[in-house]
T-cell receptor
Framework: GENVEQHPSTLSVQEGDSAVIKCTYSDSASNYFPWYKQELGKRPQLIIDIRSNVGEKKDQRIAVTLNKTAKHFSLHITETQPEDSAVYFCAARLLNSGGSNYKLTFGKGTLLTVNP | DAGVIQSPRHEVTEMGQEVTLRCKPISGHDYLFWYRQTMMRGLELLIYFNNNVPIDDSGMPEDRFSAKMPNASFSTLKIQPSEPRDSAVYFC????????????????????FGPGTRLTVL
């Protein structure tokens, strides 16, 4: 099955700096890569996703890049703010031959702390 | 829509007792997922359903765990008997698969998570 590795496990930045979280996946057939944000004591929520037909996607201060050849994708947060502090999870979805698999494999998460 | 609803929000029980967690997915969604989250193992998929039918239960840790989805608006995850190592936050998520004509016509779906049930087994 799919295996997703996420680094770093913790990341501390100063407010206004950029933060980058990286993930690698094992199966080249994976075609969908969402990122979820989980605030302390809350549920994971989708913040951005990227599909295998594009290399980069942006949404305001958040961007995700995908390198299919190297099988890695990254989350970039610019101009970080204290409210960005949370655990961020990457995930990958393996498309099976029947096109009916919707199982997401999650990375272990990155605890991002933005210091004021 | 109220989103995914889970109950109870917190459950404290003693080892050996039966525990039942409940989930109501978002109306109209056709996929339902059960996850377990711990510090050590992260977010693990236990089982998922499509149109009330279990599709993949390879993540269910042991026979002590069972899940059902008797109809489109309700699912349960049962642990019997419970053990201290089952202590975790259990999330239910639902999604609606849609077809994207772009990118070769692949299916994509966002998973919406419920608030979770924090289970403590003493």
């Amino acid at each position: 099955g799919e295996n997703v590795e996420q680094h770093p496990s913790t990341l501390s930045v100063q407010e206004g700096d950029s933060a980058v979280i990286k993930c690698t996946y094992s199966d080249s057939a994976s075609n969908y890569f969402p990122w979820y944000k989980q605030e302390l004591g809350k549920r994971p929520q989708l913040i951005i996703d990227i599909r295998s037909n594009v290399g980069e996607k942006k949404d305001q201060r958040i961007a995700v890049t995908l390198n299919k050849t190297a099988k890695h994708f990254s989350l970039h947060i610019t101009e970080t703010q204290p409210e960005d502090s949370a655990v961020y999870f990457c995930a990958a979805r393996l498309l099976n031959s029947g096109g009916s698999n919707y199982k997401l494999t999650f990375g272990k998460g990155t605890l991002l702390t933005v210091n004021p | 829509d109220a989103g995914v609803i889970q109950s109870p929000r917190h459950e404290v029980t003693e080892m050996g007792q039966e525990v039942t967690l409940r989930c109501k997915p978002i109306s109209g969604h056709d996929y339902l997922f059960w996850y377990r989250q711990t510090m050590m193992r992260g977010l693990e998929l236990l089982i998922y359903f499509n149109n009330n039918v279990p599709i993949d239960d390879s993540g269910m840790p042991e026979d002590r765990f069972s899940a059902k989805m008797p109809n489109a608006s309700f699912s349960t995850l049962k642990i019997q008997p419970s053990e201290p190592r089952d202590s975790a936050v259990y999330f239910c998520a639902s999604s609606l698969v849609f077809w994207s004509g772009l990118a070769g016509g692949h299916n994509y779906n966002e998973q919406f998570f419920g608030p979770g049930t924090r289970l403590t087994v003493l």
